[in-house]
């Protein structure tokens, strides 16, 4: 079974300034996909970024980057210019490989709570 | 498009008791996915469809929740009798399901059902 160790359980940050939220895991598959995901206060969870574990180029979406260290099974999550919609608890989720009894489970972190100060 | 439709938002129980919830996926979503998320951590997956047929089930507690997915669409998870512990959040989760494993795939959660057993 996956392990999965997000270490900042709260975190903050003025508009505008960037953050970083750290992410571990722990996995034995050399092909993986792995998801940030956010949830905020309304509690419906949505997709923010995805990285392919075979593809050596950070994944990048606007303002949401990644720094994906496979070597040391590390998944950070960098929010440039921040925003106060970007409050929100933040989960890192790796996905096993398909095979065997697999199909593709998420297994998700204890979650980062990120607040966005004005 | 429409989302992830879930009911009911709310649900108040006292132990012992049995409660059912109701999920619609998005339309065409072959993957259906249930997870529990206790305040505080991060979702765990109760149960996995594929189609109508179950593919992980293996942290399902099976002596007193079920789940199924009849004609393949939407779906509905039954606790009976209700613990104190029960007491979380039940997200339903859906995907497109193409892929081999439902590798890469985004998954798309519903509101919600708070459970609060007394």
């Known amino acids: 079974a996956q392990t999965v160790t997000q270490s900042q359980p709260e975190m903050s940050v003025q508009e505008a300034e960037t953050v970083t939220l750290s992410c571990t895991y722990d996995t034995s598959e050399n092909n993986y996909y792995l998801f940030w995901y956010k949830q905020p206060p309304s509690r419906q969870m949505i997709l923010v970024i995805r990285?392919?574990?075979?593809?050596?180029q950070n994944a990048t979406e606007n303002r949401f980057s990644v720094n994906f260290q496979k070597a040391a099974k590390s998944f950070s999550l960098k929010i440039s210019d921040s925003q106060l919609g970007d409050t929100a608890m933040y989960f890192c989720?790796?996905?096993?490989?398909?095979?065997?009894?697999?199909?593709?489970?998420?297994?998700f972190g204890q979650g980062t709570i990120l607040t966005v100060h004005p | 498009e429409a989302g992830v439709a879930q009911s009911p938002r709310y649900k108040i129980i006292e132990k012992r008791q049995s409660v059912a919830f109701w999920c619609n996926p998005i339309?065409?979503?072959?993957?259906l996915y249930w997870y529990q998320q206790i305040l505080g951590q991060g979702p765990k997956l109760l149960i996995q469809?594929?189609?109508?047929?179950?593919?992980?089930d293996s942290q399902l507690p099976k002596d007193r929740f079920s789940a199924e997915r009849l004609k393949g669409v939407d779906s509905t998870l039954k606790i009976q009798p209700a613990k104190l512990e029960d007491s979380a959040v039940y997200l339903c989760?859906?995907?497109?399901?193409?892929?081999?494993?439902?590798?890469?795939?985004?998954?798309?959660f519903g509101p919600g059902t708070r459970l609060l057993v007394l």
């Open positions: 989720a790796p996905q096993q490989n398909a095979g065997g009894t697999s199909y593709g489970k998420l297994t």
């Open positions: 339309s065409g979503h072959a993957t």
């Open positions: 990285q392919e574990a075979y593809k050596q």
């Open positions: 469809f594929q189609n109508n047929g179950v593919v992980d």
């Open positions: 989760a859906s995907s497109l399901g193409e892929g081999l494993g439902n590798q890469g795939e985004t998954q798309y």
